[in-house]
């Protein structure tokens, strides 16, 4: 039985430090999502985290640091970015790529 208690606070204080910073949204270009494979970015401090979308155009990431952070997407050789906040809990963030002058601008949905 107090494996068990053990075993039960473990889990959850992982469980709770696995959330902690998670980012995750999506990315569209035109009402439609991109395509899976795009590579998205989030720069904190000096350390980096990287995800890819899936098929929806959905990416999710967890960031370690909280504060201001840069997200940057890598989509048809340019790289436009964001700044955007990682927090203790999960954030929601939506974006579009806007084209104009053959340069992608990123946006919040």
Do not use: H, W
Request: aromatic share 12%.
């Amino acid at each position: 039985m107090k494996y068990l208690s053990m075993l039960a606070v473990a889990l959850s204080l992982v469980s709770s430090s696995t959330l902690a910073g998670e980012m995750f949204g999506t990315i569209s270009e035109g009402g439609k999502p991109v395509s899976e494979g795009v590579k998205v970015v989030v720069a904190a401090g000096e350390k980096t985290y990287s995800a890819e979308t899936d098929k929806f155009g959905s990416y999710r990431l967890f960031v370690k640091e909280k504060g201001k952070c840069m997200l940057k997407v890598y989509y048809k050789d340019q790289t436009p970015s964001f700044q955007v906040a990682s927090f203790e809990k999960s954030t929601r963030y939506d974006f579009v790529l806007n084209l104009k002058d053959g340069k992608y601008t990123l946006g919040r949905k």
